[in-house]
């Protein structure tokens, strides 16, 4: 099993910023593709971004230019480096990690972007 740890979630004004961090722990399987979803009330989950094991990454378009994602192999954790936030950002922000046959999900992550 696959334990995902989320946390950095909060509070922010417009334009802010915040860093999410997942720290993944059990038995990871190799290679992976980690990567950070959020849903916001009454819409569906959606990908924020993803990195591949060969740190390969991919972005939602509405956040491309904004958000960074990095990934530190050797500490099992994700990164996401959210910069000028905007309130259609909030939402609750869970970690993934997946390879084939196996998805692994996080608690979720509370980002509120408001003045």
């Known amino acids: 099993q696959v334990q995902l740890v989320e946390s950095g979630g909060g509070l922010v004004q417009p334009g802010g910023s915040l860093r999410l961090v997942c720290a993944a722990s059990?038995?990871?399987?190799?290679?992976?593709?980690m990567g950070w979803y959020r849903q916001a009330p009454g819409k569906q989950r959606e990908l924020v971004a993803a990195?591949?094991?060969?740190?390969?990454?991919n972005y939602a378009d509405s956040v491309k230019g904004r958000f960074t994602i990095s990934r530190d192999n050797a500490k099992n954790m994700v990164y996401l480096q959210m910069n000028s936030l905007k309130p259609e950002d909030t939402a609750v922000y869970y970690c993934?990690?997946?390879?084939?046959?196996?998805?692994?999900w996080g608690q979720g992550t509370q980002v509120t972007v408001s003045s």
């Open positions: 993934n990690l997946r390879n084939i046959g196996h998805v692994y």
């Open positions: 059990g038995s990871i399987p190799n290679p992976n593709v």
């Open positions: 990195v591949t094991t060969g740190s390969n990454t």
